[in-house]
């Protein structure tokens, strides 16, 4: 960052953000999936449980056993409303962990299904989000063989939570990791971004806009299963859920200590998701998404993987967005559409609470 950016305004972001971690208190900004959430797994839950497997900060596990290696991986979803345009949390809940597990170049096999229930909960609203469970397990061709139900008084509770664990198998010669980014690698998004952010945002302050924007919320397995088939050397596969496509992409940047220049014209954005972006003064960079991935692959593969992911429908607007380069190491730059250059930095502090 040194000399792109002017010495005041750095110590100004430094301070305000230690300001916000000089507390005693737990705050939605340690769940956003930020930069303060990255500094409390860091500080307090990586010294705790340290470990070769944890260390590698992935969307799941890679776990090696007796030669087989699975991909294991856990979500909580807290998502308010628990309807949307486009999903519910039980259609999120079981597409997210597929997504985890794919994103780790596994094939997903068996989830469980966790869900905490506040007293007086209406039952047809559970009937329905137990079918949207079903029906997305079956899209995306996993099985559904354990769980747990608890029910806790009213108010000890909002509504209904949902924890999804899921378990996968990695195909001999796959080797998906972040820390494997290389210098002109291309960056290749599967489609548009903020989709699912802007949903659930907008069904729940029931504002009226004169757009159609719903859900992404989709099962990316099968995707990824065309894309590895088309190019095994995929070097990383990411979803860019909490914190959107900016913060997905520093977590690349800072675990392959390589930098990443996107292009913003080149980003693709539904025109509804960018003109009430900019009534509301959101960056879309930043805002959730529940069906989209992020690919690193190598520059000879790329038209083979492009070609894949756009005969799939989740990958139809899929683009090459950027690269890989050797300089400006751990730091993500976008080329402006005027042409200018800009730091994309890492979510601070939460934009949009409980949104997945």
């Not at 030669?67 to 991986?73: E, I, P, Q, T």
């Not at 469980?112 to 559970?126: A, K, Q, T």
């Not at 009213?154 to 209904?160: F, H, S, T, V």
Request: glycine share 10%.
């Amino acid at each position: 960052m040194k000399g792109l950016v002017p010495p005041f305004i750095t110590t100004i972001l430094e301070g305000r953000i230690k300001k916000l971690h000089n507390t005693d208190r737990i705050s939605l900004d340690h769940g956003g999936g930020g930069r303060i959430s990255h500094r409390l797994i860091s500080d307090l839950i990586l010294p705790a449980f340290d470990n070769v497997v944890l260390s590698q900060l992935g969307d799941g596990a890679v776990l090696n056993l007796n030669g087989m290696r699975l991909a294991f991986s856990t979500d909580t979803f807290t998502v308010d409303p628990l309807f949307f345009p486009g999903g519910d949390i039980g259609r999120l809940a079981i597409n997210g962990t597929v997504n985890d597990i794919a994103m780790c170049g596994a094939d997903p096999l068996f989830l469980s299904v966790g869900v905490l229930i506040e007293e007086g909960f209406p039952l047809d609203d559970f009937r329905s989000i137990i079918a949207a469970m079903s029906e997305s397990a079956k899209e995306a061709g996993v099985m559904i063989v354990t769980g747990d139900t608890k029910v806790v008084p009213k108010g000890a509770a909002d509504m209904l939570f949902v924890n999804t664990t899921g378990i996968g198998i990695i195909p001999d010669g796959i080797e998906i990791s972040p820390r494997r980014a290389e210098p002109d690698d291309r960056i290749i998004l599967s489609g548009t971004i903020g989709d699912h952010g802007l949903a659930v945002l907008l069904q729940r302050e029931s504002m009226a806009v004169d757009a159609s924007i719903h859900s992404d919320t989709a099962p990316l397995n099968h995707l990824v299963k065309k894309m590895l088939s088309a190019s095994p050397n995929i070097h990383v596969l990411r979803d860019p859920t909490r914190g959107g496509l900016g913060t997905t992409l520093n977590e690349i940047a800072q675990s392959s200590q390589k930098g990443i220049i996107i292009q913003q014209t080149e980003i693709p954005i539904k025109t509804e998701v960018e003109s009430v972006c900019e009534l509301m003064g959101f960056d879309p960079l930043y805002l959730a998404n529940e069906g989209k991935l992020v690919a690193i692959v190598p520059e000879t593969d790329t038209d083979k993987v492009l070609t894949a992911m756009r005969r799939d429908p989740h990958g139809k607007e899929a683009a090459i967005i950027g690269q890989v380069v050797s300089e400006r190491s751990g730091m993500v730059l976008m080329k402006t559409k005027i042409g200018g250059m800009r730091i994309v930095e890492m979510l601070s502090s939460e934009q949009l609470p409980r949104i997945c």
